[in-house]
């Protein structure tokens, strides 16, 4: 199935695009997790970023005045990105970063040899790889717990099983329930790559069907 991640400054002329190739629209559906556009030609499920949506129910015709208002609304976003051996969290009021850390810290490559050099290496990359979770879970708790009132979503990135053992610490407990459900796919953190999220978590997940 094709997929299409449109960010909300063109959301409106993809849109535009997609009724005069498909339309017209005979009906709009706003669902708290999803807004579908059935048309002549074709259909549009389109998943906004940070549902619910509001106003859900069935329209007459092409009304996407709903979507359009959801996914251009600026919110407070945090931002976790993890993957081993590096971590960065921000906070971002609309696409504005307002407070940021970003870390690394060393963790070795799998050791391919045998015997009990490779337990030893092992160990090692163990315990290295505990050090740089506890650290990237240091900055979350330090960048992201202080705007914790303000927060209306919590966007995570890189690595799900580093994210998920960073997300175990006690202190993030409060955090978990804004979680999205979406993991953004990020190469190494870095303050560059941090900078660029909300491009992607912002982007509204368009599925056309024929």
């Known amino acids: 199935m094709e997929r299409y991640e449109v960010p909300p400054e063109r959301l409106a002329?993809?849109?535009d695009r997609w009724v005069e190739q498909h339309g017209p629209v005979e009906r709009t559906e706003v669902r708290?997790?999803?807004?579908?556009?059935?048309?002549?030609?074709g259909t549009l499920d389109c998943d906004p970023p940070f549902p619910p949506v509001a106003r859900t129910g069935v329209r007459e015709g092409f009304a996407p005045a709903t979507l359009l208002e959801h996914a251009g609304r600026?919110?407070?976003?945090?931002?976790?990105?993890?993957?081993?051996?590096?971590?960065?969290?921000?906070?971002?009021?609309?696409?504005?970063?307002?407070?940021?850390?970003v870390?690394?810290?060393n963790v070795h490559s799998r050791h391919r040899a045998g015997g009990s050099s490779q337990k030893r290496?092992?160990?090692?990359?163990e315990g290295q790889a505990r050090v740089a979770l506890e650290?990237?879970?240091?900055?979350?708790?330090?960048?992201?717990?202080?705007?914790?009132?303000d927060l209306e979503g919590v966007v995570l990135g890189g690595d799900k099983r580093a994210l998920g053992e960073v997300l175990e610490d006690p202190r993030l407990r409060s955090l978990v329930p804004l979680v999205s459900d979406r993991?953004?796919?990020?190469?190494?953190?870095?303050?560059?790559?941090?900078?660029?999220?909300?491009?992607?978590?912002?982007?509204?997940?368009?599925l056309p069907r024929d």
């Open 121 to 125: 290496f092992a160990r090692r990359r």
């Open 74 to 101: 600026d919110r407070v976003v945090g931002v976790l990105l993890v993957r081993l051996g590096g971590h960065a969290a921000g906070v971002f009021s609309g696409t504005r970063l307002v407070d940021s850390k």
């Open 13 to 15: 002329r993809w849109l």
């Open 103 to 105: 870390g690394t810290r």
């Open 32 to 41: 708290p997790g999803r807004v579908t556009f059935a048309a002549a030609g």
């Open 183 to 206: 993991v953004l796919d990020v190469p190494d953190p870095r303050l560059a790559v941090l900078r660029g999220t909300p491009d992607a978590f912002r982007s509204t997940v368009l």
């Open 135 to 149: 650290a990237a879970a240091d900055v979350a708790a330090r960048v992201l717990l202080p705007h914790l009132g």
